[in-house]
Each structure stands twice: as structure tokens, then as C-alpha cells.
């Protein structure tokens, strides 16, 4: 009704998509097409006026999407970034959702920490909008254990890099060794320590990058 506001009472209306109203429309309740229509309002007595009627369709927006890489536990993902989103149409609001009907806004897009499927919504300045999800993928931080090898006398040496000292840890971990925690100053004779001290094994998973540090 809306449409034919302020037309004359108890019009009786059809509906052409050409000006001679000659070419009914099937389907004037679900237009999916731009276009110029026409409406025409009957009397009850059989008089008429036709009148044009303009549908204006927006393009949807394209939003692409492409996850970001996968990080180490204890990092976080920036969703917000604009290469997760690269590829999309031009100047789109972004919005970020936890489940895909974008009824739980996430409030720390900028700083995920939990894996998961996240969804993002492109919204056009005309308000047509696509949303899409993107994976994010936290991978854990591998299991270094350490049983500390036993004493020696003075003039021996130890050999930090035996299995035994690393054995219970998370397989086929790449080792490295070190003096300092911060894991920053190598150590050149791990397998013939002749200092008492405390020293620093850092173990990598070489699938995933990730790593862990322990004394």
C-alpha cells in the first residue's frame, strides 16, 4: 500500500513492466530486476491512470575472505587487518560475529586468542551487506619436559642433548640450547658442559613453528 499512498480510495491495481500496459507482471509482489514498472489503478466505473514506478536493486557487495595464518599459543589474531579482507568490494563497513546469523558481536577482533570459525560482515553504504567466515588456527605450544642429569665430578662433563634429559616432552621436537631464559645466547657446548649452572633447553615443533623453553 504503500507504494500507491495518496492514490484515489478502493483503487483496483495491475501491474506492467511496459508503459501501454500491455505486458502484465507475474510476479509485482517479488521484483528482482532494476527496472522501470508500471502501476495502473481502475475505478470502480472503469476509469484509469497509469503511473511509472521505479525499483532500484543494489549490487550485493563481494567480500572475500582469506584466514589469516596460523599462530603460536599465547598470541593473538587481528581479524581487522586488511589483508584478511583484501579482494573485496571497495569501502565496505566491516563487522565481526562469533556465529554466522551475526548475532554475537565479537568485542576482540582485533586480538583473538581461542581458535575457532569467526564470521565477517561487509556492509555497503546503501546497506547491502555479505558475511563470510574466516578460520583462525592457534596452534599449542609443544611440551618441554626435563629431568635434569645428574652430578658429575670436576673434570667430567655433562650432555645436555642425551634423550633422556628431554624424554617425556612432545615428540620429534627440534632442540636448541641456551644460557639464558630469554633464549638468546646459545649455547656452543651443549653436550660438554663443565660449569655448574643453570641452562636453558628450547624445544620447536618444526610443523608448526611453535616452541617452549625449559630449565
Known sequence: PAVTSGSTADLTYSYFSDAAGSQPLANANAITAAGTYYIKGTTAEGCSDTKPVQVTINPAPVLAITSPAAVCSGASVDLTVPAITSGSTANLVYSYFSDAAGTKPLANANAITAAGT????????????????????????????????????????????????????????????????????????????TASDTYYIQGTDPATGCSSISS
Request: charge should be negative.
Open 118 to 193: 569467526y564470521y565477517i560482515k561487509g556492509t555497503t553504504a546503501e546497506g547491502c551487506s555479505d558475511a563470510k567466515p574466516v578460520q583462525v588456527t592457534i596452534n599449542p605450544a609443544p611440551i618441554v619436559s626435563i629431568t635434569s642429569p645428574a652430578a658429575v665430578c670436576s673434570g667430567t662433563s655433562v650432555d645436555l642433548t642425551l634423550p633422556a634429559i628431554t624424554s617425556g616432552s612432545t615428540a620429534n621436537l627440534v632442540y636448541s640450547y641456551f644460557s639464558d631464559a630469554a633464549g638468546t645466547q646459545p649455547l656452543a657446548n651443549a653436550d660438554a658442559i
